[in-house]
């Protein structure tokens, strides 16, 4: 299996701070990277697609990056409503599998 | 718009079958996505445990894969997981979710508890 190291595991942030999440693949994906964002009690929302693709309706302070093996996501300016958990996902090969997640807090 | 509506039981007793169903609205599954299950671990690890093609044919997770069955009912326009000889280690939050090259659309997830 592909294994997706998210870092960091938690994170605080000021209001308008940029703030960047990183995912580290144990082999190449190609880009086949999605980044998701989840409120408490709500149900993940696909925020990034091929690894820098902004998905429809997703604020343009989010933008992601990376290739090979190494991908972030970036928010630049947080606001209170981007507290939330987030997580990275890999289509590229199967079984697809998750980043262990990134809890961002306001501070 | 696409919507996703997990139901099933909150508490299933160890050994036996948890058995959940996905209500999908507002789209035909037959016409195209691939529809998983996804589940969350208390402490939020992820998993993708399989899902049905719009075709009918399944593809499961290796580490699920003597336990898992996903089904579905075109005339319900549902599709369901069965996962077999549950352990307290199968709690979690269940998922489904449509997949076309990421999961654009997600259930709002049931949390289901093995125990005694």
């Known amino acids: 299996d592909i294994q997706m190291t998210q870092s960091p595991a938690s994170l605080s942030a000021s209001l308008g701070e940029t703030v960047s999440i990183e995912c580290l693949a144990s082999?190449?994906?190609?880009?086949?990277l999605a980044w998701y964002q989840q409120k408490s009690g709500k149900s993940p929302q696909l925020l990034i697609y091929a690894a820098s693709r902004l998905q429809d309706g997703v604020p343009s302070r989010f933008s992601g990056s990376g290739s090979g093996t190494r991908y972030s996501l970036k928010i630049s300016g947080m606001q209170p409503e981007d507290e939330a958990d987030y997580f990275c996902q890999q289509s590229y090969k199967y079984p697809w599998t998750f980043g262990g997640g990134t809890k961002l807090e306001l501070k | 718009e696409i919507q996703l509506q997990e139901s099933g039981p909150g508490l299933v007793k160890p050994s036996q079958s948890l058995s959940l169903t996905c209500s999908v609205t507002?789209?035909?599954?037959?016409?195209?996505?691939?529809w998983s299950w996804i589940r969350k671990f208390p402490g939020n690890k992820m998993e993708w445990m399989g899902y049905i093609s719009y075709s009918g044919s399944t593809n499961y997770n290796p580490s699920l894969k003597s336990r898992i069955s996903i089904t579905r009912d075109t005339s319900k326009n549902q599709f369901f997981l069965q996962l077999n000889s549950v352990t307290t280690e199968d709690t979690a939050t269940y998922y489904c979710?449509?997949?076309?090259?990421?999961?654009?659309?997600w259930g709002q997830g049931v949390m289901v508890t093995v125990s005694s």
């Open positions: 082999e190449g994906i190609s880009n086949d």
């Open positions: 507002g789209y035909t599954i037959t016409s195209g996505y691939d």
């Open positions: 979710a449509g997949y076309y090259s990421h999961f654009d659309y």
